[in-house]
């Protein structure tokens, strides 16, 4: 009966509307949760469309727009062009379905269509099963996913993590493969990052591949691990979902069309199946009020925390490290250590070091005794532990001894205890290494006075590369343009020749005999000039004469006695030594080549409004150990008056306009501490130690701090920023040489 039924609507559909206007449904037999089309046929020409797509419950359109294709033939003479419109929907269940009346437009013409009943059915696929044995199955048994998340505890506290493991089960009996990364919808949530350890997805580690056996068939699983943390108190609840293509037999693949065409298909056809999880409900609690003789340090979860304060015994001016070591479960990116407040000591922010993937951190301490005698160090912190729903308290306490300096110290050796491999951190004359960290140290060395105006610091580059680059270019293309001349002027040819045989004929002078001066004269000088001039060959000595007797005189003179010796022999009027001497300096005059050089412009200064800081004439401080010192027993105005005096009205060093800064900045003097920042960072643009003392300052007096990238614009003023105004010159002048060296 059922395939009765599907013959008549195959029938029904297959009718034409009106004309050369046909439509059908692809394929014949609809499967739930697969793609199925409905096809319009036409020959009339023109854009070929549905109206309007119908409403049906439980039926979704892919798309509002058809994908239409053409096929053109020719019939008895006539061009034909074909026309085929094809719509793509799915229907969510199985059951049956009716598509109303539809408007279809074929060209400037409408037509309507009749209704079309479907009778939709779910897929079911031919599997093999362990024991050997082959069975009809639904689709949901093949292909589906699950979600893990712990039973216990029943509910969850704010902060605390909650580990999800979403995992897909693809039988081995059929074809198909993972599209997307499972999609989560869960709002009030933060996810931990997982970028580091190489997934491509930020918010699930790198997928685990397995195989499974479940009743009686056999899977491929695909397991995405990951981690939430709840935001507020309340109950949770979401969706997961994650797209799966499955590959179809195709049973209505080589069959013709309605125009008697033969549609070659694919033997398989692909079906995006969706699969949807939820998540929840999951009740959050409120994390109860910490106790008031502790401070919360974030953590939520199971931690631990252990205390190492080293060297146990210290002097005025050395430093001691005091480590927390924390390990555990749970989420480290709520941890937030405080600020100790010790009487005798001074106590940089702690740096904080963490370690997710073991579950570890280790922050550091770094005190700075400025008193000698008894102290007493306390910290008391809390954890708040999730499966006794109550805070756990660690406390440290311990007496120290500090004793009295034996010499004048500094802080020249204040770190911040080791940091990891991947640490930032800046490097300094002395080779050593120091952390990034805010305010924590005074550079000990001057970094190197820079010039004002800022055009003085590299004037000999300046002309050097100014000048190095058109030289090069312009004798390059005068040997080039000289050896073209040549090539292409056999004249040219000839005094290039002759030239290059200079040496030779000034040789023979020199060493022929007064007997055959003469002929020498007649045979090799007489070409000679000859080639020079660019005349015909074979003048003789007397016909040259007549040709020199104005322009070189000396010449002609000499090639007439020579000449006149060669028809009489004897009859030479002058010596033969003069003649000799006289010959050999004409020769010389027709070798002689000039080189005219062009000049060239001289750079323009470039010059930088950087301000200068004035010098006071206070002497408290004389040496730069004494100042450090003295900024790490808090005398921090007495510091400054040192790094005032040094620095330079035309030659300010940024080292010391930053030492200044921490000083002023330790006085709460944010205004004047942000000048000194802004002017350092001007002279000193890449130095990191700057631009973060800068930020900090720049956050306490509410502005935004500078370095952040958010848009294209902001990524050009940064890279412009790098370098000085006068180092960019010199960047422009490199790039000046090489453009002419390139030419």
């Not at 999951?282 to 931690?303: N, S």
């Not at 000499?558 to 000449?563: D, S, V, Y």
């Amino acid at each position: 009966m059922k395939k009765i039924f599907g013959v008549l609507t195959t029938l029904v559909l297959a009718l034409p509307l009106w004309g050369r206007v046909n439509i059908s449904l692809e394929p014949e037999t609809i499967m739930a949760g697969e793609p199925a089309r409905v096809v319009i046929h036409s020959d009339e020409g023109g854009e070929l469309r549905i109206v309007q797509l119908p409403d049906v419950t439980g039926l979704k359109w892919s798309s509002a727009s058809p994908s239409v294709s053409n096929n053109i033939s020719i019939v008895n003479s006539q061009r034909v062009t074909y026309t085929t419109a094809a719509y793509e929907f799915t229907v969510a269940e199985p059951g049956q379905y009716v598509i109303p009346e539809m408007i279809v437009a074929a060209g400037d013409k409408k037509y309507r269509t009749r209704e079309f009943p479907m009778d939709v059915k779910s897929r079911r696929y031919r599997v093999q099963r362990r024991n050997g044995t082959a069975q009809d199955e639904n689709i949901d048994r093949l292909v589906f996913q699950r979600l893990e998340l712990p039973s216990e505890p029943k509910h969850w506290y704010v902060g605390e993590e909650i580990p999800l493991t979403v995992k897909v089960y693809i039988a081995d009996s059929i074809q198909a493969r993972l599209r997307t990364w499972p999609e989560i919808n869960l709002d009030k949530v933060i996810f931990r990052d997982y970028g580091n350890v190489g997934g491509q997805n930020r918010n699930f580690a790198p997928p685990r591949q397995d195989t499974e056996e479940q009743g009686d068939y056999r899977y491929a699983t695909v397991s995405f691990s990951s981690a939430f943390r709840p935001l507020a108190a309340g109950t949770l609840n979401g969706t997961i979902a994650t797209a799966v293509e499955v590959m179809i037999p195709d049973s209505d693949r080589d069959r013709d069309d309605s125009f008697g065409m033969m549609m070659m298909r694919s033997p398989y056809r692909t079906a995006l199946r969706r699969l949807t999880s939820t998540i929840g409900p999951i009740e959050v609690l409120p994390l109860p009020k910490p106790p008031e003789d502790a401070v919360f340090t974030g953590l939520v979860g199971d931690w631990k925390l252990t205390f190492k304060l080293t060297p146990e015994k210290i002097k005025v001016g050395d430093t001691a490290t005091l480590t927390v070591a924390i390990q555990g479960q749970g989420s480290l990116e709520t941890l937030h250590l405080p600020p100790l407040e010790l009487p005798g000591f001074r106590v940089y922010p702690p740096e904080i070091v963490k370690n997710a993937d073991r579950g570890s951190a280790e922050a550091r301490y770094v005190l700075v005794p400025t008193e000698p005698g008894p102290h007493e160090i306390k910290l008391h912190l809390a954890v708040f532990q999730c499966q006794q729903g109550q805070y756990r308290g660690f406390d440290f306490q311990q007496k120290v001894q500090v004793e009295k300096s034996d010499a004048l110290t500094s802080s020249d050796e204040v770190f911040v205890g080791s940091l990891p491999d991947n640490a930032a951190s800046v490097g300094d004359k002395s080779g050593l290494k120091r952390p990034k960290t805010s305010i924590i140290y005074l550079k000990k060395r001057p970094a190197g006075g820079v010039a004002l105006p800022l055009s003085g610091n590299y004037v000999f580059w300046y002309w050097l590369l100014g000048l190095l680059g058109p030289v090069v270019m312009i004798v390059t293309e005068w040997r080039c343009r000289r050896r073209q001349r040549l090539d292409a002027n056999p004249d040219r040819l000839r005094r290039a020749d002759a030239a290059s045989r200079r040496g030779q004929v000034v040789k023979k002078l020199k060493t022929v005999g007064d007997e055959e001066l003469c002929a020498a004269i007649n045979q090799d000088v007489v070409p000679f000039v000859n080639d020079m001039m660019a005349l015909p060959p074979g003048i003789s000595a007397m016909e040259l004469v007549e040709r020199l007797q104005q322009s070189n005189p000396e010449m002609a003179e000499c090639l007439r006695h020579a000449g006149g010796a060669g028809y009489m022999p004897g009859a030479l009027a002058i010596g033969p030594e003069e003649l000799r001497r006289k010959v050999i300096a004409a020769v010389k005059r027709f070798a002689v080549v000039l080189l005219m050089l062009g000049t060239l412009l001289p750079l323009s200064a470039v010059s930088s409004p950087v301000a200068t800081v004035s010098v006071p004439t206070a002497k408290e401080i004389n040496s730069a150990a004494t100042a450090r010192t003295a900024y790490d027993r808090g005398q921090f105005a007495a510091a400054a008056a040192y790094y005032r005096r040094e620095l330079a009205a035309h030659n300010p060093d940024p080292a010391w306009l930053f030492n200044l800064g921490n000083c002023l900045l330790q006085q709460k003097k944010y205004a004047s501490a942000l000048a000194c920042y802004e002017r350092a960072a001007r002279l000193a643009p890449r130095d990191s130690d700057i631009e973060e003392n800068l930020n900090f300052v720049r956050s306490r007096l509410n502005l935004p701090p500078k370095g952040g990238i958010r848009h294209p614009l902001e990524l050009i003023r940064t890279l412009r920023d790098r370098l000085r105004p006068d180092q960019w010159l010199l960047v422009l002048a490199g790039c000046w040489t090489l453009w002419f060296l390139l030419m």
